[in-house]
């Protein structure tokens, strides 16, 4: 974990990282409104497990019998297109980000620059939410049971990992600046 923390670190180049920010900023703004749209026409009032930060196996089950046949398909869709891009759009964004900005404010080998991969944790919980929330819509009225039991479970860790990241970002981001000011001062 360490030397993939620290490859990353070493080898993510601003380029990279302002691009990857970039595309974040442009799914966020043209992108998210699109398919948050399209989840409100789909499920209604429902609610969706994906924004949900903490919901119950009964829950989802509520959500997937509100939405409906065609629901519940455009549902299962959007977790195999849209879902599938956004979680490497943030991922990436987070990933690159942190570790660019990391290498500025903390010295080589510190423990806060491992932080890089925090995201890559939350983008694996996104995609087992995904995964898990689909079979139970895939299935409805059928139960599958342990999908129901674990989604909520990978949602929640999936918005704990993304929020630590956030933190993490935000931190480097200072860190890197102070240090910078730091060593402007000294010349």
Not at 32 to 60: M, N
Not at 90 to 106: D, E, M, P, Q
Not at 141 to 167: D, N
């Amino acid at each position: 974990m360490r030397r993939l923390s620290s490859w990353l670190v070493r080898r993510t180049p601003g380029w990279l990282a302002l691009l990857a920010s970039i595309a974040f900023l442009f799914f966020s703004a043209a992108v998210l409104p699109r398919q948050a749209a399209r989840a409100d026409q789909a499920g209604g009032d429902a609610g969706s497990p994906d924004t949900s930060f903490f919901y119950s196996p009964a829950d989802l089950a509520s959500m997937a019998d509100a939405y409906g046949p065609q629901g519940r398909r455009a549902y299962v869709q959007a977790r195999y297109t849209f879902d599938v891009a956004w979680p490497l759009v943030y991922g990436l964004f987070l990933v690159t980000s942190i570790s660019w900005l990391s290498r500025r404010g903390f010295p080589a080998g510190s423990p806060w620059q491992i932080g890089n991969l925090v995201p890559l944790a939350a983008v694996l919980f996104d995609v087992l939410e995904n995964l898990s929330a689909s079979l139970v819509m895939l299935r409805f009225p059928e139960p599958a049971p342990m999908s129901a039991m674990l989604a909520p479970w990978f949602t929640l860790l999936k918005w704990i990992l993304v929020g630590a990241s956030m933190l993490l970002l935000l931190i480097s981001a200072g860190k890197a600046v102070l240090s910078r000011r730091v060593l402007n001062a000294q010349r």
